[in-house]
T-cell receptor
Framework: EDQVTQSPEALRLQEGESSSLNCSYTVSGLRGLFWYRQDPGKGPEFLFTLYSAGEEKEKERLKATLTKKESFLHITAPKPEDSATYLCAVQARNNNDMRFGAGTRLTVKP | NAGVTQTPKFQVLKTGQSMTLQCAQDMNHEYMSWYRQDPGMGLRLIHYSVGAGITDQGEVPNGYNVSRSTTEDFPLRLLSAAPSQTSVYFC?????????????FGSGTRLTVV
């Protein structure tokens, strides 16, 4: 069965303190790995799709990377507005389900 | 563009009542889906549709029905509400299944069953 595990569950950073969020996955044939951002009381907002090991995507202070077993979301010099829950999801080639992890709740203090 | 619109935003039901959660999108997306989100758990797929007239079950379909008569609308029906269905429900859409641009989510319906 496809599984996604995100760590840590919660992360508190000072403004400017860079760090990484981890997404470990097990899937029978990866179609794509997705990162989303979710603010309190809102729906997830799409950030990145990664398809193959070694691929990287960047957006402002965020960079997502992918290996055969995990993905990292690197946050460089974060700002308070980066505070949110970050969700990882995988999609297998042979099924319609996008399997989500439980998320990492990031808090960036000024 | 309104994107994905969900109504209502909040709802309280009594055990055994039925209701319909509405979802509409104006992006001409073929793929639509319903998820539920519970504390400490990832989003779980309830039902999905790859186009008008076509629906299928996801991971947690029991107690829910869907239909897709138009491209724009994908309502979720709770047949006989139970406390275990207390959750936040999200509707999502994309141009196609597995679209590279990810899913567009609505803002959610927070449902409490007492």
């Amino acid at each position: 069965e496809d599984q996604v595990t995100q760590s840590p569950e919660a992360l508190r950073l000072q403004e400017g303190e860079s760090s990484s969020l981890n997404c470990s996955y097990t899937v029978s044939g990866l179609r794509g790995l997705f990162w989303y951002r979710q603010d309190p009381g809102k729906g997830p907002e799409f950030l990145f799709t990664l398809y193959s090991a070694g691929e990287e995507k960047e957006k402002e202070r965020l960079k997502a990377t992918l290996t055969k077993k995990e993905s990292f979301l690197h946050i460089t010099a974060p700002k308070p507005e980066d505070s949110a829950t970050y969700l990882c999801a995988v999609q297998a080639r042979n099924n319609n389900d996008m399997r989500f992890g439980a998320g990492t709740r990031l808090t960036v203090k000024p | 563009n309104a994107g994905v619109t969900q109504t209502p935003k909040f709802q309280v039901l009594k055990t055994g009542q039925s209701m319909t959660l509405q979802c509409a999108q104006d992006m001409n997306h073929e793929y639509m889906s319903w998820y539920r989100q519970d504390p400490g758990m990832g989003l779980r797929l309830i039902h999905y549709s790859v186009g008008a007239g076509i629906t299928d079950q996801g991971e947690v379909p029991n107690g829910y029905n869907v239909s897709r008569s138009t491209t724009e609308d994908f309502p979720l029906r709770l047949l006989s509400a139970a406390p275990s269905q207390t959750s936040v429900y999200f509707c999502a859409s994309s141009y196609s299944w597995g679209g590279a641009g990810g899913y567009t989510f609505g803002s959610g319906t927070r449902l409490t069953v007492v």
